[in-house]
């Protein structure tokens, strides 16, 4: 399923992405399959996720969902945040190791933390994921100017400001 959304200027993205046999398989929405453009109703295997950003030009949208068929290990996720150059990784053993209420933090800009709850990360786990770049965080200082520090939470809808 491909969704565009503009949120104050702001390009954000919806797509469903199949790992099967060692690729990636981005499925076109069902509008697409009917398109008279062929480049759009294709399905093709994407060796990597950073080949399936690049030609698929996902990289001029600040926010794109991904939603895999499962990323149980966070392999997906963690390609994703390095493909937007942030220097944030989730690894199994961080996880087995958490309270019930403890949360993952990450600041992938000034004055903006990201807080991923046992319930971001078990819809990261199952495969919702977000590839979001420096300038779709910097947008939220914006948002909220009476702020001085934003914090986000990652939901299945998409980033909420943490109350």
């Not at 797509?15 to 759009?40: E, H, M, T, Y």
């Not at 109703?41 to 939603?67: G, K």
């Not at 996720?77 to 990784?89: K, M, Y």
């Not at 403890?102 to 590839?131: M, N, W, Y």
Request: aromatic share 12%; glycine share 4%; charged share 25%.
């Amino acid at each position: 399923m491909v969704k565009m959304l503009t949120m104050d200027k702001i390009l954000s993205k919806k797509i469903k992405v199949n790992w099967l046999g060692g690729v990636f398989w981005l499925l076109p929405n069902l509008l697409d399959l009917f398109s008279a453009s062929k480049r759009k109703a294709s399905v093709r295997p994407y060796q990597s996720l950073l080949e399936l950003v690049q030609e698929n030009f996902l990289n001029r949208y600040d926010l794109v969902h991904f939603s895999f068929n499962g990323d149980h290990d966070f392999f997906h996720f963690n390609d994703l945040q390095a493909i937007r150059s942030f220097n944030f990784t989730i690894e199994e053993e961080q996880l087995g190791a958490m309270q019930p209420d403890e949360v993952l933090l990450f600041e992938p800009v000034d004055r903006v933390t990201v807080e991923l709850d046992q319930k971001g990360l078990s819809l990261i786990h199952s495969g919702k994921a977000f590839c979001a770049s420096a300038n779709y965080f910097k947008h939220w200082l914006k948002r909220v100017p009476q702020q001085d520090k934003v914090t986000l939470v990652w939901r299945k809808s998409g980033f909420e400001l943490k109350q």
